[in-house]
């Protein structure tokens, strides 16, 4: 009987793999890119500081930063939010399911 289990709700089991596998690399390329926009902020700042860059210049620049960055940290603190919610939603999903299954057979 767990074999037929395990068989049915192996498609479940998958789609959650390939959901949590897309959420790390969407996790890791955001990191990545929080990270080039405060290597380009400083250098944004450096470029200031030696004269390289006009006062006006610099502040659309950095506005344009800085709202990029707030924007990913936005994402990152809702997913944070998201998950303290729910945590486990999915799994709970299919063993309610894998349960009603057992009870049904």
């Known amino acids: 009987m767990l074999l037929i289990d395990d ?3 192996a498609p479940f089991h998958g789609l959650l793999w390939v959901a949590r596998k ?3 690399a969407l996790g890791q ?6 990270e080039e926009l405060k290597t380009r902020l400083r ?16 502040e659309a620049q950095e506005a344009a930063l800085l709202d990029r960055l707030d924007t ?3 994402r990152q603190e809702e997913a944070l939010a998201k998950e303290d919610e729910a945590p486990g ?17």
């Open 7 to 9: 068989l049915l709700f």
């Open 22 to 24: 897309v959420d790390e």
């Open 29 to 34: 390329e955001q990191e990545r890119e929080e």
């Open 43 to 58: 250098e944004l700042y450096l470029r200031l500081e030696s004269g390289q860059l006009e006062e006006h210049e610099f």
């Open 72 to 74: 990913i940290l936005a």
């Open 89 to 105: 939603q999915a799994e709970d999903f299919v063993e309610e399911l894998a349960g009603q299954e057992g009870e049904g057979t």
